[in-house]
């Protein structure tokens, strides 16, 4: 399962450099490449905290989020390690599992809103159970977004863009 698992995760990550080199070559080459350098060069000051305990997963979503977004990830497998990045520098999002181990998701969005700058980070859930929640449960958590696994490499990056243009409101 180990060899499959790396053979999997190899093909995904070659799909998402093609189609970043491809939506890359297009935009360069589109009248309204300013627009998208200045786009990026706003996402590339941006650091994103993702949580999540499995390491392909990690793999996958760091690559889209720097290799499609443009941004900064700062990638831990628990929410103790999310925890202590914290408050070593700020995120600018956080993406997180709910199933983790220890300090589950649920526990680790009660201590964030705890803490007086931690309201002010929008968190994205990523996760398998992305239909448990209704949108006001969401909202008292003080979740922004859920997206379900498996996800689309460009909706994961659409959804961390609104996220982001959100908090700078």
Known sequence: MEVWGEC???DRLLQIFVKTAFLQSSLVAHPKCAYWQNEMSTKLAKLILLIDSEPY???VVQACLSDLGGWNVQSVS???AGLESLAIEPPDA???DICLPGM???AFIQRLQDHPLGRSIPVILL???AYWFTPLQLLKMGVVKTIATPFNPLVLTDVVTQA???QEL
């Open 8 to 10: 999997y995760l190899q």
């Open 57 to 59: 997963t990690r793999e």
């Open 78 to 80: 628990s929410t103790q």
């Open 94 to 96: 956080i993406l997180l």
């Open 104 to 106: 589950n998701g649920m």
């Open 127 to 129: 996760t398998t159970k």
């Open 164 to 166: 982001l243009r959100q």
